[in-house]
């Protein structure tokens, strides 16, 4: 340790993300542990057109406090986070090097200022670890996969310690020669304190939230609640929908959010003929839990997904989960059977048979609800916590 007998850690990030902040938050209640993010871009903060959702976004949750930040350079007001080149950031060369980091920790390597914080933190002494999404169900070409994995070979020899979100982001790390010692399980998490309390105190307002966001019927509610991207395959839920129905099995169903695929989903809805289809728009933070809450399955039919938070998310409410297989976080959050089922991405046959025997069954809905929150409960920053604390005994140390 160097200043006060503390961890002291940067953390890199584009600008302040709805899903990291509350960690920092957590982490820096720590006696010996500091946090300080370091950030690109105030986009989320001052509002943006956000590409997948097609439309401006800003959050409704708090993302700065509990945690010192630093907004790199004048710039960060104007930055708006893209392509690698679109966040170079100099500023991070001079506050890695400057501000007596222990270690520097990085998410992912999308951005040329995420390079330029590496090449400064090993120029000072400062150890530096990795969390990224990536995992090897996530389809690529071959010859992309072949040129990155051979450059990453070479680059991960000199990262100090990697965070593993999960059970096939470990399996990744394993692929590309990372030995196990240099491997920390910090689970990839949300706010479960967050999620399960307000779930908790709307559930009383239930039959209140229903009306207002148009669900007017006692039917099993059905939620897809994502950007509508082609890759994550909304149209599918709407194609089960209409199989359900034709086999006598009533159930509502809720799409929360918007995108490219908006007015195809509105029209497709209108060609199979389907009622009770309820398209909200996009729902800020703040009020999702309401969202889960007036929910009784939530199902993510995407394909090349890097993790899905939403699912964690979904799971604090104790919804049962449908979810594509290869999704990154089904290994550890999605036991087939258990909490939900496994479906195969795109596959409109497979998500109505696993629909069909939840969405009938109000007992095992219930059961399958109580097996989410069992799960998510280990599943939480408590977890991502320990991770934290052995890389940086390991990786770190102390004087």
């Known amino acids: 340790m160097t200043v006060g007998d503390k961890y002291h850690i940067a953390v890199v990030n584009s600008h302040p993300i709805q899903y990291f902040a509350p960690l920092y938050r957590h982490l820096n209640r720590n006696s010996d542990i500091d946090v300080t993010a370091l950030y690109c871009s105030d986009f989320s903060l001052r509002g943006g057109k956000d590409p997948g959702f097609g439309q401006n976004v800003q959050w409704n949750v708090d993302l700065l406090s509990g945690y010192r930040s630093i907004f790199l350079g004048a710039r960060a007001t ?9 966040l170079i950031c100099p500023e991070v060369w001079r506050e890695v090097r400057s501000g007596h980091y222990d270690a520097v920790c990085l998410h992912g390597y999308a951005y040329a200022a995420n390079v330029l914080a590496f090449l400064a933190a090993k120029s000072c002494g400062a150890s530096v670890f990795l969390r990224s999404e990536t995992h090897l169900k996530l389809l690529r070409s071959s010859f992309r996969r072949r040129l990155r994995d051979g450059f990453l070979r070479i680059a991960y020899k000199f990262v100090d310690g990697f965070l593993a979100i999960g059970t096939e982001n470990r399996a990744y790390y394993q692929s590309l020669g990372v030995p196990d010692e240099k491997i920390f399980d910090v689970p990839y998490t949300v706010d479960n304190d967050r999620f399960v309390g307000e779930a908790r105190e709307a559930m009383a307002r239930r039959e209140m939230l229903r009306a207002k966001y148009g669900v ?7 939620l897809y609640a994502s950007k509508f991207m082609r890759r994550k395959n909304p149209d599918c839920l709407i194609r089960a929908a209409a199989r359900l129905r034709d086999d006598g099995v009533p159930v509502s169903i809720l799409m929360v959010g918007t995108g490219e695929m908006a007015d195809e989903l509105q029209a497709l809805v209108h060609q199979l003929q ?17 969202i889960y809450v007036i929910s009784d399955v939530f199902v993510l039919p995407s394909a090349n997904e890097p993790w899905g938070l939403i ?34 991405a795109g596959n409109v046959e497979s998500l109505t048979k696993a629909l069909k025997r939840i969405v009938s069954d109000d007992a095992l809905r219930q059961q399958m609800g109580n097996a989410s929150i069992e799960i998510i409960e280990k599943w939480s920053y408590a977890q991502c916590e320990l991770g934290w604390r052995r890389a940086l005994e390991c990786r770190v140390g102390r004087i």
């Open 78 to 86: 104007k930055r708006v986070p893209g392509g690698f080149f679109s």
């Open 274 to 290: 389907l009622d009770h289809v309820v398209f909200t728009g996009f729902v800020n933070q703040a009020e999702l839990p309401e």
């Open 311 to 344: 699912v964690n998310e979904a799971m604090c409410a104790g919804l049962p989960i449908v979810a594509s297989a290869e999704i990154g976080c089904v290994s550890d959050l999605v036991k087939d059977g258990v909490n939900g089922a496994h479906v195969e």
């Open 216 to 222: 007017t019927d006692d039917w099993p509610v059905i």
